[in-house]
């Protein structure tokens, strides 16, 4: 079993949704996944309640008090509280084999990723190179022009963003019926999965293309 855990200090950059469509993505695949809600407002917890029952199936687990792993998954998602305590970040950290942190092209969210880059650093398994750390570029207006200073931003960690993920009114609008872009294949939806593949080569072992 892998766990990803979904996380970035600064709130509103991403991550539920971004949470939210990696578990739908996976669980489309055929893989057992489960979707763990680390955050008070409980906002993926929410969206499982209202996903209908024809869709791939996603397990739902309340994390904000640390449970026990369920046994047979092949995915653990963590979708994480923006505020992260030292030994609440350890604990999560200590979990998981990969971070995945969503920003927007603004200056609050690159200064905010900064510190919080800097801040996990210091967590043990991460400085011994035991967790992967992916950034995602999120709520791009359009791919053809990257902003200048989240292009610096990427330059400046050497670190350059796995995906770039464009910004569309679907996303809200699915995840308010418990749904995600995997859930169907109208062209629309087919139109943007694409973007997701760099995320999703980087995490799972799968040769079988996805789009």
Same mark, same amino acid.
């Given at each position: 079993?892998?766990?990803?855990?979904?996380?970035?200090?600064?709130?509103?950059?991403?991550?539920?949704?971004?949470?939210?469509?990696?578990?739908?993505?996976?669980?489309?695949?055929?893989?057992?996944?489960?979707?763990?809600?680390?955050?008070?407002?409980?906002?993926?917890?929410?969206?499982?309640?209202?996903?209908?029952?024809?869709?791939?199936?996603?397990?739902?687990?309340?994390?904000?008090?640390?449970?026990e792993i369920p046994k047979n998954l092949d995915y653990l998602i963590i979708d994480a509280p923006g505020a992260l305590t030292s030994k609440h970040a350890h604990d999560l950290i200590a979990q998981s084999h990969?971070?995945?942190?969503?920003?927007?092209?603004?200056?609050f969210d690159i200064d905010s990723t900064k510190r919080f880059l800097k801040h996990i650093k210091e967590v043990k398994?991460?400085?011994?190179?035991?967790?992967?750390?992916?950034?995602?570029?999120?709520?791009?207006?359009? &791919?053809?022009?990257?902003?200048?200073?989240? /292009? !610096?931003?990427?330059?400046?960690?050497? #670190? $350059?963003?796995?995906?770039? *993920?464009?910004?569309?009114?679907?996303?809200?609008?699915?995840?308010? &019926?418990?749904?995600?872009?995997?859930?169907? /294949? !109208?062209?629309?939806?087919?139109?943007? #999965? $694409?973007?997701?593949?760099? *995320?999703?080569?980087?995490?799972?072992?799968?040769?079988?293309?996805?789009?």
């Open positions: 079993m892998k766990t990803i855990l979904i996380a970035n200090q600064k709130g509103g950059c991403g991550k539920t949704m971004t949470a939210i469509s990696l578990a739908s993505a996976l669980a489309n695949k055929n893989y057992r996944v489960a979707l763990a809600d680390a955050d008070p407002q409980k906002s993926a917890l929410q969206w499982l309640k209202s996903r209908p029952k024809h869709v791939a199936h996603i397990q739902a687990l309340d994390w904000r008090h640390q449970q990969t971070i995945i942190t969503p920003l927007q092209p603004s200056y398994r991460i400085r011994k190179g035991k967790v992967n750390i992916l950034l995602i570029a999120n709520r791009m207006r359009t &791919q053809r022009t990257i902003p200048s200073e989240i /292009q !610096q931003f990427f330059e400046k960690l050497q #670190q $350059p963003a796995t995906t770039w *993920i464009s910004e569309r009114v679907m996303y809200g609008q699915l995840a308010m &019926q418990g749904l995600s872009i995997f859930d169907g /294949q !109208q062209k629309r939806f087919l139109d943007v #999965q $694409p973007q997701w593949q760099p *995320i999703l080569d980087a995490i799972i072992e799968d040769d079988q293309p996805w789009f």
